[in-house]
């Protein structure tokens, strides 16, 4: 339950401007408050003056891991103010969105806020880790943090929230490469499935990452099973709370071990596969015995290993017996995503103009040691964020080996390279016989999306591709020019949908392209060719169809260009049913 609460007239007039944005927020007068209203509320917005706030709320007070997030405004919504469970309770991110709704200005004092320290006690929620920590040892780190006492950061895993922390690293944090360095820091923060040995105060996170392979003679006892693996894990440095899934060949489905442990802990994922899905996967310890009668050459390893979608065994087979008959083997790997060391990010670039390109694509781009980036389509400017040492290449005179050889060289010493690519990678962006080599040689990569032409062109353009009740598709395609194009895609058989089309690659071809939607599309159909979308040298020629190549040729338009063909172009006609009343349920939260 959230509330809201007020103590006259005005104060109910700014809850209910709350309440009309929130949605979810029950608005209830001063004198219905008390501790079973306190208690059984996730949040509170209280209106009216702070010193009231406060001696409302504090009878009733417990701790910030119990106690509701309050943010208390003045009745006259000149001010949000962040009181109580800021961080744990979200009571500053609830702040901060009254503060937005009501034109208000946010007031926030958790220190960690106002210096730009990382919010510890929220970084495990934030990021889907499992904390460690008790709250005593996280309040004492938090201290440490903000008093700019030395830390050391330890992240033996990859994954968003660990890149948020390599790029936000404040002054007194230090990343570690291993628990041997630690020495000299007040205390370590380490993101790892593992189990140190480390001479300072340590708060470990622990992501979830870790994958259980199980293997089990047939009606297996269950009992004792969990124990003992979870023994067995903290025996080898392993953390038992890592562990997301538990996986196992169809023919061991239905036994009681698996599902029991699938109900440990953070697992969140029972994968049942195959012996056709396991049987190609090399393991460590194959068994002859085990191919004759599964068909793979070891259950518990191929399963952890094809759950983490080829990541490293953190665990081999390791065999259990607790009673008679009850024979069970399981190995744990560590998803493939999540290993450090090299790493590959093809990275969307926009349009164009440096400030269109994502803020996840900045973020790689500041911390690259090798920009590989498409020369011929994508400004220089986009590598000027890189950091001092990062080598920045353009690909335009390479052949596809150099470009290879040159991001497995950054990638084989553990370096981060970014590749990239104009617009959105995934049109016409040419990264499929990348990832194929990738696919080849286990690397870790991962794309980031980017803003494409089609959008700069709309943008540019001042159209909405689709319109109401006339057209409600955009079709992206390409010419035939070199390359062949499916039958079932000629242009002309695309154009007879009468769709916005945004043709790409195609203004050296445009003769042709005009006489196939000249097929499809009436001569006086608007049309657009836009060159060098959000770049300085952008130019856009706006006309009809019967004049598209003239317009081409004319203006010597290249391989940058995009060409719109359609009814949508300009249009100001046709009102979306969004807008209607009855429609506007879909915008309560």
Same mark, same amino acid.
């Given at each position: 339950?959230?509330?809201?609460?007020?103590?006259?007239?005005?104060?109910?007039?700014?809850?209910?401007?709350?309440?009309?944005?929130?949605?979810?927020?029950?608005?209830?007068?001063?004198?219905?408050?008390?501790?079973?209203?306190?208690?059984?509320?996730?949040?509170?917005?209280?209106?009216?003056?702070?010193?009231?706030?406060?001696?409302?709320?504090?009878?009733?007070?417990?701790?910030?891991?119990?106690?509701?997030?309050?943010?208390?405004?003045?009745?006259?919504?000149?001010?949000?103010?962040?009181?109580?469970?800021?961080?744990?309770?979200?009571?500053?991110?609830?702040?901060?969105?009254?503060?937005?709704?009501?034109?208000?200005?946010?007031?926030?004092?958790?220190?960690?806020?106002?210096?730009?320290?990382?919010?510890?006690?929220?970084?495990?929620?934030?990021?889907?880790?499992?904390?460690?920590?008790?709250?005593?040892?996280?309040?004492?780190?938090?201290?440490?943090?903000?008093?700019?006492?030395?830390?050391?950061?330890?992240?033996?895993?990859?994954?968003?929230?660990?890149?948020?922390?390599?790029?936000?690293?404040?002054?007194?944090?230090?990343?570690?490469?291993?628990?041997?360095?630690?020495?000299?820091?007040?205390?370590?923060?380490?993101?790892?499935?593992?189990?140190?040995?480390?001479?300072?105060?340590?708060?470990?996170?622990?992501?979830?990452?870790?994958?259980?392979?199980?293997?089990?003679?047939?009606?297996?006892?269950?009992?004792?099973?969990?124990?003992?693996?979870?023994?067995?894990?903290?025996?080898?440095?392993?953390?038992?709370? !890592? %562990?997301?899934?538990?996986?196992? =060949?169809?023919?061991?489905?239905?036994?009681?071990? /698996?599902? +029991?442990?699938? *109900?440990? &802990?953070?697992?969140?994922?029972?994968?049942?596969?195959?012996?056709?899905?396991?049987?190609?996967?090399?393991?460590?310890?194959?068994?002859?015995?085990?191919?004759?009668?599964?068909?793979?050459? !070891? %259950?518990?390893?191929?399963?952890? =290993?094809?759950?983490?979608?080829?990541?490293?065994? /953190?665990? +081999?087979?390791? *065999?259990? &017996?607790?009673?008679?008959?009850?024979?069970?083997?399981?190995?744990?790997?560590?998803?493939?995503?999540?290993?450090?060391?090299?790493?590959?990010?093809?990275?969307?670039?926009?349009?164009?103009?440096?400030?269109?390109?994502?803020?996840?694509?900045?973020?790689?781009?500041?911390?690259?040691?090798?920009?590989?980036?498409?020369?011929?389509?994508?400004?220089?400017?986009?590598?000027?964020?890189?950091?001092?040492?990062?080598?920045?290449?353009?690909?335009?005179?390479?052949?596809?080996?150099?470009?290879?050889?040159?991001?497995?060289?950054?990638?084989?010493?553990?370096?981060?390279?970014?590749?990239?690519?104009?617009?959105?990678?995934?049109?016409?962006?040419?990264?499929?016989?990348?990832?194929?080599?990738?696919?080849?040689?286990?690397?870790?990569?991962?794309?980031?999306?980017?803003?494409?032409?089609?959008?700069?062109?709309?943008?540019?353009?001042?159209?909405?591709?689709?319109?109401?009740?006339?057209?409600?598709?955009?079709?992206?395609?390409?010419?035939?020019?070199?390359?062949?194009?499916?039958?079932?895609?000629?242009?002309?058989?695309?154009?007879?949908?009468?769709?916005?089309?945004?043709?790409?690659?195609?203004?050296?071809?445009?003769?042709?392209?005009?006489?196939?939607?000249?097929?499809?599309?009436?001569?006086?159909?608007?049309?657009?060719?836009?060159?060098?979308?959000?770049?300085?040298?952008?130019?856009?020629?706006?006309?009809?169809?019967?004049?598209?190549?003239?317009?081409?040729?004319?203006?010597?338009?290249?391989?940058?260009?995009?060409?719109?063909?359609?009814?949508?172009?300009?249009?100001?006609?046709?009102?979306?049913?969004?807008?209607?009343?009855?429609?506007?349920?879909?915008?309560?939260?």
């Amino acid at each position: 339950m959230k509330r809201i609460i007020y103590l006259n007239e005005a104060g109910e007039a700014v809850a209910k401007r709350i309440q009309e944005e929130l949605g979810d927020f029950e608005a209830i007068p001063l004198k219905e408050f008390n501790g079973n209203v306190f208690a059984g509320c996730k949040a509170l917005v209280f209106i009216g003056a702070l010193g009231v706030c406060v001696r409302a709320i504090a009878p009733f007070m417990k701790n910030k891991y119990i106690d509701p997030a309050v943010v208390c405004v003045d009745s006259s919504a000149r001010s949000a103010i962040s009181v109580l469970s800021g961080h744990v309770g979200g009571a500053n991110s609830l702040c901060m969105e009254v503060a937005h709704i009501l034109g208000a200005a946010p007031v926030i004092t958790t220190q960690s806020d106002t210096t730009g320290y990382w919010a510890l006690d929220t970084l495990a929620d934030t990021n889907g880790w499992v904390c460690e920590a008790r709250h005593s040892e996280m309040n004492r780190a938090i201290a440490t943090l903000v008093n700019g006492k030395p830390i050391g950061l330890l992240l033996d895993i990859r994954d968003n929230g660990t890149d948020k922390l390599e790029a936000t690293l404040p002054s007194n944090v230090t990343l570690i490469k291993n628990p041997e360095e630690a020495e000299g820091y007040e205390f370590v923060i380490a993101v790892t499935p593992y189990i140190y040995d480390i001479s300072v105060p340590v708060i470990y996170f622990r992501p979830l990452v870790l994958n259980i392979g199980i293997g089990c003679r047939r009606d297996c006892n269950p009992a004792g099973v969990t124990a003992y693996i979870e023994k067995v894990l903290t025996e080898k440095g392993i953390s038992p709370s !890592g %562990v997301k899934s538990v996986s196992t =060949i169809d023919i061991k489905k239905d036994e009681k071990v /698996v599902a +029991e442990l699938a *109900k440990w &802990k953070n697992v969140h994922v029972c994968n049942i596969y195959t012996a056709d899905e396991l049987k190609d996967i090399a393991v460590p310890n194959p068994s002859e015995k085990v191919r004759e009668v599964t068909g793979v050459w !070891g %259950v518990a390893e191929s399963c952890a =290993i094809k759950a983490s979608d080829g990541g490293r065994l /953190v665990l +081999e087979k390791n *065999k259990g &017996k607790l009673s008679e008959g009850a024979d069970f083997t399981f190995a744990v790997s560590v998803d493939r995503g999540a290993l450090r060391g090299g790493h590959i990010e093809i990275v969307g670039a926009g349009p164009g103009d440096p400030d269109l390109v994502s803020v996840r694509g900045r973020r790689f781009l500041r911390r690259a040691d090798l920009i590989l980036y498409a020369g011929s389509l994508v400004p220089k400017e986009l590598t000027l964020c890189a950091k001092p040492g990062c080598v920045v290449r353009s690909s335009a005179s390479m052949n596809l080996e150099e470009q290879f050889e040159l991001m497995k060289r950054f990638y084989d010493s553990d370096k981060l390279v970014v590749r990239l690519h104009t617009g959105d990678p995934c049109i016409y962006g040419a990264i499929q016989e990348q990832m194929a080599f990738f696919d080849k040689y286990g690397m870790s990569y991962h794309i980031t999306p980017g803003i494409s032409s089609f959008q700069a062109a709309a943008a540019a353009l001042r159209s909405q591709f689709t319109i109401p009740e006339k057209v409600q598709t955009i079709i992206l395609t390409r010419g035939e020019g070199r390359t062949p194009m499916p039958e079932k895609e000629q242009l002309h058989k695309l154009a007879a949908s009468q769709s916005t089309m945004c043709i790409y690659l195609s203004a050296g071809i445009v003769d042709e392209v005009q006489k196939e939607l000249l097929m499809a599309y009436t001569p006086d159909t608007p049309v657009a060719a836009c060159y060098k979308l959000t770049w300085k040298e952008e130019r856009i020629y706006r006309g009809v169809l019967k004049d598209l190549a003239r317009i081409v040729h004319e203006n010597n338009l290249t391989l940058t260009t995009l060409l719109v063909v359609g009814e949508a172009i300009d249009n100001r006609e046709g009102l979306s049913r969004l807008y209607s009343d009855n429609f506007k349920h879909l915008y309560r939260k």
